[in-house]
């Protein structure tokens, strides 16, 4: 338990400071940063009797004045409302305060118009919350690059516009990142358009990116790389065996890291020996490899249960407690794989180097997207390019005997 002796509050927070305690320590905080959210609490809550407020009065203008006169009291630490995040959240869930909400209400037009875009995403085109993000940062970024601090003046987007932000981004990203930026474009001029908003569709002005299918080879590590790389996860420790377990669904299954992010308790199978893999709105049983499942199950006896983790295979690994999302997973991977000297240090890199390991294994095309879980063939078709001994069977003699 916090010592609380050493943290005095008064205020509004006083019959909530002994419980907010315990939830701090709940969530996987240490007792050192529970006390520091405390203090910041306490002040917060000392704060609000000056200015005769309560919890049910505080807005995110309250917050923003509190840390600016946090800031003019020289404080020199936990000078930004993300110090308070853990204690909004616990006001929030417990129904403290109903006049605060965690993200806060879009205050200008560019908000609102983001917003009411990614509501639109969501509902009408049934997009994950991951392909939401990416979208509506597209738009944002889109719209801040024409009118950077000025007011939205939507009608007077041009063709020239659009053109010039997609050669930007042609020297930013990579050919894969560069087509769904323009994806995301295409969508966002739609919406302008169908909603009114503009008065030409402009998404005949977006230029096509330059990039032909099939036209790369699938860059997987060869098994020395492999090998190297789950040599580096320490299984003695608790983190170690979470990496090794962590890799071998990616480099053995070629799961997604959506995929691994997503897992649950109740997905693995023990007894008939299969996995349940549920990403890009399917679920699919697979079987469970013995390697796989063993590591699996050391990792899992060392993993503490917690009701927050909502029995998530992977939850975060510091506070607050929870599921980890698939950026993270994907974090995880890149630093394993810079550890181990691999380089680029893609996360995808172990679904191409899973799909190629059972070609060379003598698995065909069909039963790799049965594993990869392709939804097209043509998807597949890709991994045929680096199938050598296939290719070897129809290669043709160079003209000329040489």
Not at 121 to 147: I, K, M, N, S
Not at 213 to 219: D, K, Q
């Amino acid at each position: 338990m916090v010592n609380l002796s050493t943290v005095r509050c008064s205020g509004p927070l006083l019959d909530h400071f002994e419980e907010l305690g315990r939830e701090l320590l709940a969530l996987g905080y240490t007792p050192l940063s529970a006390r520091n959210v405390l203090r910041v609490a306490a002040h917060l809550s000392r704060w609000l009797e000056s200015h005769r407020l309560s919890l049910e009065d505080l807005t995110h203008k309250h917050i923003a004045a509190f840390f600016r006169a946090r800031r003019r009291a020289r404080y020199t630490q936990f000078l930004t409302p993300n110090a308070l995040k853990p204690v909004l959240r616990y006001l929030v869930s417990t129904g403290t305060t109903t006049r605060l909400e965690l993200i806060a209400t879009p205050a200008g037009p560019l908000e609102r118009l983001l917003c009411d875009y990614a509501h639109y995403l969501q509902t009408e085109r049934a997009l994950t919350p991951g392909a939401v993000r990416q979208y509506r940062d597209t738009a944002q970024c889109f719209l801040e690059t024409r009118f950077g601090s000025d007011s939205l003046q939507l009608g007077e987007l041009s063709p020239e516009d659009v053109i010039h932000f997609v050669l930007s981004l042609s020297h930013r990203y990579s050919i894969g990142s560069s087509k769904l930026k323009v994806t995301a474009l295409r969508s966002f001029l739609r919406y302008l358009y169908l909603n009114g908003l503009v008065a030409v569709d402009l998404r005949g002005a977006v230029p096509s990116v330059a990039g032909w299918r099939m036209a790369g080879l699938p860059r997987g590590l060869d098994e020395a790389e492999v090998q190297r790389l789950l040599r580096n996860c320490d299984r003695r420790t608790r983190s170690g065996r979470r990496h090794y377990a962590l890799l071998l669904l990616m480099v053995r299954l070629g799961l997604r890291r959506c995929e691994v992010a997503a897992l649950t308790l109740d997905d693995i199978d023990w007894r008939r020996g299969e996995i349940t893999v549920r990403g890009k709105g399917r679920e699919e049983p697979l079987p469970l490899p013995p390697d796989v499942g063993e590591a699996l199950m050391r990792y899992l006896q060392t993993l503490q249960s917690h009701p927050r983790d909502q029995r998530h295979v992977f939850p975060r690994s510091c506070a607050p407690r929870g599921p980890i999302n698939s950026g993270g997973i994907g974090a995880i991977v890149c630093k394993l794989l810079l550890q181990a000297g691999i380089h680029p240090p893609h996360s995808h890199r172990l679904r191409h180097t899973a799909a190629t390991q059972m070609l060379r294994q003598g698995a065909s095309l069909d039963q790799i997207a049965q594993v990869l879980r392709h939804r097209s063939h043509d998807t597949t078709a890709i991994y045929a390019k680096v199938d050598r001994q296939a290719l070897q069977a129809v290669v043709q003699p160079w003209p000329g005997g040489v």
